[in-house]
């Protein structure tokens, strides 16, 4: 299995955002035949003939990830043949066409489509469906905000004391997240991979969903164009999402923490 990610679609609209996501992650993107525009030259998309199923029994065990930009009953019929086990399986994603959500249907942990789904709600904003265990049981979404090159140690540091400033552990949150301007921030990165969290990047156009519920700083603003980047990114990380601890500085890192109000099963039963 090689390291590229494979991105499949069926109509025009599931094809525009195909062409998207595969030129931000470098992918390869597969449409029908009868897609192909002959005016157009891009070496990323691939045109097949024959049925979807057909190309899944060929490419299936030839790619690391597989992205499907369709209804995911599709992408459970299409796949069902070739799975063998969750070790060597490819990660398998599903999004839809107007990326609402972005699902981790297949080898989540192992195969790394948990991680893939974070990755790709980063880019567009598609709220992560993982419905494993270990992340669907926290509550807790922690915004994190840093100067530029700050150092992994500190951006750890700021972690484990906010989650002490409330009483919760590190390993209670199910994500981290900052803005959209520090995807490249290595001390961020390698901080979520320490701490076995995952990380996510909220796009710049989500942000003025949260801005009446956060503290807004003018002087961030002028800086980013933005009011704010913990606090929100606590809030936006989440559904149904409270601060519970609000913007607080440790050195040079800014931590917020939100938790979600979900189903309680116990008051129903």
Not at 57 to 78: D, E, S
Not at 119 to 139: F, K, L, M, Y
Not at 154 to 180: F, Q, T, Y
Request: a neutral charge; proline letters at 3%; aromatic letters at 8%.
């Amino acid at each position: 299995m090689n390291s590229d990610i494979a991105f499949f679609a069926l109509t025009d609209e599931g094809k525009r955002l195909g062409e998207y996501l595969s030129l931000k992650m470098n992918g390869t993107l597969f449409l029908p035949k009868k897609m192909e525009d002959k005016n157009r030259g891009d070496g990323f998309i691939t045109y097949y003939r024959g049925s979807l199923s057909e190309l899944i029994g060929r490419v299936f065990n030839t790619y690391r990830a597989m992205v499907f930009i369709m209804a995911l009953g599709i992408v459970n019929r299409v796949i069902a043949p070739y799975i063998e086990s969750k070790y060597r399986d490819p990660a398998v994603v599903t999004i839809d066409e107007s990326a609402r959500y972005v699902i981790s249907t297949l080898s989540g942990h192992e195969g790394g489509a948990n991680e893939l789904t974070y990755s790709i709600s980063s880019i567009t904003g598609a709220d992560p469906v993982v419905t494993t265990a270990t992340e669907a049981n926290r509550i807790y979404t922690c915004g994190l905000g840093c100067r530029r090159g700050v150092e992994t140690k500190e951006i750890i540091h700021a972690i484990e004391s906010g989650c002490r400033e409330i009483s919760i552990e590190v390993n209670e949150l199910r994500c981290i997240s900052s803005a959209w301007l520090k995807k490249d921030e290595e001390g961020l990165i390698e901080a979520s991979r320490i701490l076995g969290l995952h990380l996510r990047f909220i796009p710049e156009w989500m942000f003025k969903y949260a801005r009446h519920l956060c503290s807004n700083s003018a002087f961030v603003e002028s800086k980013i164009g933005v009011y704010g980047v913990s606090e929100p990114c606590a809030l936006l990380s989440g559904r149904n999402t409270t601060l519970i601890l609000r913007k607080k500085s440790f050195g040079p890192v800014t931590v917020a923490i939100a938790e979600e109000e979900l189903l309680d099963i116990k008051t129903q039963v």
